[in-house]
């Protein structure tokens, strides 16, 4: 299954929340303002902070923009708002495709609030998120396999 994570991070949380996620899954982290090549992709991991309690403008496009991707899983960091986190979701859902699961956790905001969030713990449960959706897809194309009849061809 071709995993990949992007993000959108202006101060360096989701970031770091993101590349913890891919180190676990064995790809990278890509921010979507090096436009990722997405071709092939069976599962997409999207991330972002929340600001204003929006998505940016550029994150907005970026995923009504997304073509031939089937599921994702998506997360965020925040200072309470979660959300980003459901704007990502209802954007994918809206076209389609299925979203396997959410998560989030505090992120640092001006050396003033959430100091040091994300922290181990948070990157921590941000490893175990990526793991449980990746089983989750997996279990997903093999339900898919089993209802077209193709389980137990080579
Ligand atoms: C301009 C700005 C606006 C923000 N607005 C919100 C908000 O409305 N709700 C919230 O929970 N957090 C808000 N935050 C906090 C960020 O979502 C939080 O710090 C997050 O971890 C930032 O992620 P990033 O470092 O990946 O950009 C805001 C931060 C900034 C810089």
Redesign the pocket.
């Known amino acids: 299954m071709k995993v990949a994570v992007v993000?959108?991070?202006?101060?360096?949380?989701?970031?770091?929340?993101a590349e913890a996620m891919a180190n676990e899954l064995g790809t990278g982290a890509k921010s979507i303002k090096d436009e990722p090549e997405l071709e092939g992709v069976d599962l997409l991991f999207v991330?972002?902070?929340?600001?204003?309690?929006?998505l940016t403008g550029n994150m907005v496009e970026f995923l009504e923009n997304l073509k031939g991707i089937k599921r994702a899983a998506v997360f965020?960091?925040?200072?309470?708002?979660?959300?980003?986190i459901e704007s990502m979701k209802g954007i994918l859902e809206k076209k389609g495709i299925k979203v396997i699961d959410e998560w989030g956790?505090?992120?640092?905001?001006?050396y003033l609030?959430?100091k040091g969030?994300?922290n181990e713990k948070d990157l921590d449960r941000a490893r175990q998120f990526a793991n449980s959706v990746l089983e989750k897809a997996m279990d997903s194309v093999k339900e898919v396999k089993v209802d077209g009849k193709e389980q137990g061809q080579a």
């Open positions: 993000y959108y991070s202006k101060s360096g949380n989701t970031k770091k929340v991330g972002s902070g929340c600001y204003n309690k929006k965020g960091t925040y200072l309470g708002q979660t959300s980003a956790c505090s992120g640092a905001f001006l609030m959430n969030r994300p």
